[in-house]
């Protein structure tokens, strides 16, 4: 079994177009064909309900650190409950992303991504410390030509992007952000909830802007291009109002000590005439104040220019928040579960050797890349054990069904190779799991 740095276990096809893909592959016998479609139907139906189960329980635990709740509990969680319900919660979320083959993103990785020179050229900082929890993961790691502004002209860029992006964030309570002296009205999240994105086509060194606690500002190519302007600006003002200056400063001389050490720079009748030395004075904080209102004005219009660029970036690649993550996921790991079952079990009843699990692994690899002409690296262990856990019985007529055995999807002969029942035999396998889920009439 093959193992590829540069590949992921994602299939990047629908599974309705990969049951039809096996059908047209001719392997299967005409009068297997509706029953393989069949089985394929109930064993999505089957998966379904199981995934349906998984969110229920991410919506229970998710309730008390959602921050766009609008119900109430009827009594007041504990410390302990809530902490229970995180871990459950973070627990499950993870074997959900996990199912649907996403890829975690340590914390040392995102640090490293955060650090790297943003697309978007600005200066950030995000302070870990604020959350208690970061569950970070991705799929779909692709490169992408992009056209950049460098130097009045466009220049082709090659970039690293995150196709699926999936974050988790436990921010921590109020007295936390109390003790950092924070503004609580000013962040722009809620103490102690859980907030949760998912975002497509994200570059993977503008990760940062994901999180709600980014601080911009300039960098030092921006403060160049603002502050050059404005000390060129600023040099004939100041050559401008030194003559009033000096006028302003040989008056308060006059005025303490009778005379002014300016004086072969100001004439007497000028220290003497108050009311020009006042409109000079004026002149001064009006010309600064305007000075210094337009550079301010240009700061602000660059930095909502900025935020205008971050805004867009994100809100159309968003797909979902919060609660509203949680039945994407479980599409998408109900999807994934599916294909690869679906894989395993028409591989290995066309097969017409025997094959152990890294041979049929490399098999689905290859008829993937022939088929599709797409490369993959096939998670096997997943859809084996899928199988193996699904048991169910066969009872025959005459049969008492307490005395028959449970039969798995899959089972091992004594030499390591898998086998699985026939296509009759696995839909009333799995026939007979979907009679017992619900037992209240027995």
């Known amino acids: 079994m093959a193992v590829y740095q540069d590949r992921e276990a994602f299939i990047p096809y629908r599974r309705s177009d990969l049951i039809e893909l096996c059908v047209e592959d001719g392997q299967l016998a005409a009068a297997d064909v509706s029953k393989f479609r069949n089985l394929c ?29 609008d119900t109430k509990f009827r009594n007041e969680l504990t410390t302990d409950q809530k902490a229970n319900m995180q871990a459950q919660l973070v627990t499950v979320f993870e074997n959900i992303l996990t199912q649907a083959n996403y890829i975690r993103l340590n914390k040392k990785m995102l640090q490293l991504a955060v650090q790297e020179k943003s697309l978007i050229e600005l200066k950030t900082q995000i302070d870990f410390a604020d959350f208690d929890q970061i569950v970070f993961y991705y799929r779909g790691d692709r490169k992408q030509k992009i056209l950049v502004k460098k130097l009045l002209k466009n220049v ?21 952000f109390e003790s950092k002296n924070s503004s609580i009205k000013n962040l722009n999240f809620k103490p102690g909830k859980i907030y949760i994105y998912f975002y497509k086509n994200i570059p993977k060194y503008d990760l ?40 302003i400063v040989g008056v308060i001389l006059f005025v303490f000590f009778g005379q002014s050490i300016l004086v072969k720079y100001i004439s007497q009748d000028q220290v003497r005439n108050i009311m020009p030395i006042l409109v000079a004075f004026l002149s001064l904080i009006v010309g600064l104040g305007g000075f210094a209102f337009r550079q301010y004005n240009n700061y602000k219009n660059k930095k ?16 979902a928040n919060n609660a509203r993550v949680f039945s994407s996921l479980i599409d998408e790991a109900e999807e ?4 690869e079952i ?54 025959k007529e005459g049969e008492a069904e307490a005395s028959t055995p449970e039969i798995p999807l899959l089972t091992y002969d004594n030499q390591g190779f898998c086998q699985v029942p026939s296509l009759d035999d696995a839909k009333t396998i799995v026939d007979y799991v979907w009679d017992n889920i619900f037992l209240y009439a027995k």
């Open 304 to 319: 909502i220019k900025f935020q205008k660029e971050i805004t867009d970036t994100l809100f159309f690649r968003n797909l």
């Open 336 to 339: 994934e579960e599916c294909k």
């Open 156 to 176: 082709e860029k090659t970039i690293q992007v995150f196709e699926r992006v999936v974050l988790l964030l436990k921010s921590k309570n109020y007295r936390y």
């Open 41 to 69: 139907e109930i064993l999505s139906a089957y998966y379904h309900f199981n995934l349906h189960q998984q969110l229920e329980l991410l919506k229970s635990n998710y309730a008390p650190f959602n921050p766009d709740a």
């Open 208 to 247: 940062e802007f994901l999180f709600p606690n980014i601080k911009i500002s300039m960098t030092w190519k921006d403060r160049l291009l603002f502050g050059i302007p404005a000390v060129g600006a600023g040099i004939p003002l100041v050559l401008k109002i030194i003559p009033e200056l000096l006028a």
């Open 342 to 395: 679906i894989l395993v079990y028409y591989h290995l009843m066309t097969s017409k050797t025997p094959v152990n699990p890294e041979q049929l692994d490399d098999r689905i690899e290859a008829w993937m890349e022939e088929k599709f002409g797409t490369k993959i690296d096939f998670d096997i262990n997943g859809p084996l054990r899928n199988l193996e856990a699904i048991r169910g019985k066969i009872v």
